[in-house]
């Protein structure tokens, strides 16, 4: 009896020999010889499987982990553990394998593995991060939401668990659910990490509001620094305030933040690009090339360039363009497509002579492309020469086409176009009715746009969406149609709730006059406050208020805008002058020259005056908030 101890010490001594050795060749990248050693011991303990399925894991190889737990299988009187269920479960996540992880599951509810509560916690969470990763975001139904089901039956919750299923509600749209998981979670003592925020963030923006983001980044800075500045939680944060247009609170948490890497830079600059704020990106970018060469390290990656490539394109500048240019190629030695694309759209001309030198100008995806970027550019006498001598043309290449005459007034032309489009047999889709209708909407052609919208679903067969809807208001109300727009859009029923589609019925309430219509559309908006531009909306309630003259009611919305915190964002123009950007806003005294600017613009006003100009004034509710500051 006395040698059992002994030669049971002397097997666990090997077999950690050879965990140890095999654990050793999968840190160097080798698991496959670690596997071909495995298929040379005679019976393998569970630890030594378990040792190699994890190794080609960490060796991003999930398909043979998976294949190996089928042989695992397979070998008789192997035993399984905790560990060999949530390794295998992570391959089937990384590989979206749900049928093989829903075999996994069965496999384990037959183990003994699910008899202690401490070891199976590990599986049960590992559950939960293979169904999440594996269903659809579409996953919204009871019996088929398998992270719900495994979630209520766990015994033991940490905060693993709860991070995963914060996760999961954000996947799949349930945002107030996601708020009210981390809620519960709170209630019950269990301490948030980092990851909880890095996952609840993307759900507070969606409420459009940016006191509630407020409040739970604010409850974030009572864990201390080593949440405020974890890069994921500062990315994470910047993209919840940027998303909800609050680019002070974005930027406040940017320069919070003191250990930033890569993807917090990449954050601040994607998020004032998505703005449309391309200076203030640009000068981010400026800092964190200073920021490269204080700290000796690299900063900027493909995601930097292609951002500030994309700010350069807002600007239009094509001497900053061709500078960016010159500092990519210098910068990186080999430029990724993305970034290649992104500088492309840069420009035009040089990309058109290019194309013809290389006999690719003919092709429908660079012509349709050279369309839309001479039209972008504002030059469409040169997208309507691309398009016309284009020998094959597709939807798509029409469709950019129309936009494009829509978008510079040329309503009629876009009717003709569409009139061929349809003689040459080439059948319209959605997009094209959305650029056809924004045509006709944008030079007065009423009647002209109806008939095409009346086509959309009896000739066409296309169920219209709130794109068109949105543009049939629009047309109507912009010509002072507006009691028929109002009862188009009454006649929607649900899908008219739309807040864009009342938005633009508000704002043709106000230019034709119908002041009483107006109130209730406002009011109808107000109660919809989803969304992050109910500033515009309340300005101008407040501006038709006020050409009422009820004044009573102009600070009562005043009052419920400053109760909000809602602040309607200035209009800003770029103007450049022997090659420097000069930026303004209303009522600025920023710039240098101010005084002259405004001696001259004086000057101008007297003498449209003498010239028989009559203004209109409007009250406008930022003047009203500005002089109480």
């Known amino acids: 009896m006395t040698h059992v101890p002994k030669l049971r010490e002397k097997n666990n001594a090997i077999s950690t020999s050879i965990r140890s050795r095999l654990s050793k060749l999968c840190q160097e990248g080798q698991p496959h ?20 399925i994890i190794g080609f894991i960490c060796n991003n190889m999930p398909l043979d982990a998976l294949l190996l737990y089928s042989q695992m299988r397979s070998t008789p009187g192997t035993r399984f553990d905790p560990y060999t269920f949530s390794s295998t479960l992570k391959a089937c996540a990384l590989t979206h394998d749900l049928i093989t992880g829903k075999a996994l599951h069965s496999h384990f509810l037959r183990s003994n593995s699910n008899s202690s509560p401490g070891p199976s916690r590990i599986v049960y969470n590992s559950l939960l991060n293979m169904y999440s990763s594996c269903l659809p975001s579409t996953t919204t139904l009871s019996q088929h939401d398998y992270v719900l089901k495994v979630f209520r039956v766990m015994r033991r919750r940490n905060v693993v668990a709860w991070n995963t299923l914060i996760s999961w509600y954000v996947k799949t749209h349930r945002h107030l659910q996601a708020l009210q998981a981390f809620t519960t979670m709170i209630k019950l003592s269990v301490t948030p990490t980092p990851v909880t925020f890095v996952n609840l963030f993307p759900a507070v923006s969606q409420f459009g509001d940016h006191r509630i983001a407020d409040l739970f980044y604010g409850f974030l ?69 200073e920021s490269e060469e204080e ?25 900053l363009a061709e500078q960016l240019h010159a500092f990519v190629l210098k910068t990186l030695p080999v430029s990724p497509i993305i970034i290649l694309n992104a500088i492309v759209a840069m420009y035009s001309r040089q990309l058109h002579g290019l194309s013809i030198r290389h006999f690719l100008d003919q092709n429908v995806y660079v012509g349709t492309a050279l369309v839309d970027t001479y039209s972008k550019s504002g030059v469409i006498a040169y997208a309507e020469n ?104 009454k006649g929607l029923g649900e899908d008219g709730n739309v807040m864009e589609i009342w938005g633009s019925l508000l704002g043709a309430c106000r230019n034709h006059g119908y002041f009483e219509l107006g109130k209730v559309i406002a009011e109808n908006l107000l109660n919809m406050e989803t969304e992050k531009r109910m500033a515009g909306y309340h300005v101008l309630l407040s501006n038709i208020y006020a050409e009422e003259g009820e004044w009573e009611n102009v600070d009562r919305v005043r009052n419920q805008m400053k109760e909000k915190g809602l602040q309607k964002e ?32 004086d000057k101008l006003t007297m003498d449209m005056k003498d010239a028989g100009y009559k203004p209109h004034y409007s009250s406008n509710l930022n003047t009203i908030l500005e002089s109480d500051r």
């Open 221 to 289: 800075l009572k864990f201390g620094d080593e949440y405020v500045n974890d890069v994921f939680v500062v990315s994470s944060a910047i993209l919840m305030f940027a998303d909800l247009g609050c680019l002070d609170y974005a930027r406040r948490v940017f320069d919070q933040c003191s250990h930033r890497n890569t993807e917090v830079w990449n954050t601040m600059i994607a998020a004032y690009v998505q703005n449309n704020r391309p200076i203030q990106a640009i000068h981010v970018f400026i800092q964190a090339l």
């Open 570 to 601: 200035k209009g800003c123009s770029w103007v450049e002058i022997a090659g420097f950007v000069n930026c303004f806003v209303s009522r600025d005294k920023k710039h240098p020259q101010s005084g002259e600017i405004y001696y001259i613009l």
């Open 386 to 489: 691309v398009f016309i001598r284009m020998t094959e043309k597709n939807s798509v290449t029409y469709t950019t086409m129309m936009m494009s005459y829509g978008q510079h007034g040329m309503g009629k032309r876009a009717l003709m176009l569409y009139d061929s489009m349809l003689r040459s047999g080439i059948k319209p889709d959605a997009v094209t009715f959305v650029a056809i209708l924004s045509a006709c909407s944008y030079t007065g052609l009423v009647d002209e746009g109806l008939q095409i919208f009346e086509s959309m679903e009896k000739v066409h067969k296309i169920k219209p969406s709130v794109e068109h809807y949105c543009c049939v208001a629009d047309m109507l109300g912009r010509v002072g149609r507006v009691v028929e727009a109002y009862d188009f859009v």
């Open 33 to 52: 010889l670690a596997r071909h050693l495995l298929d040379t011991l005679p019976r393998p303990s569970t630890v030594v499987w378990n040792t190699v």
């Open 295 to 319: 700290e000796g390290s690299t900063i900027c990656d493909d995601v930097t360039f292609l951002s500030v490539v994309t700010a350069v394109s807002q600007l239009q500048e094509i001497k």
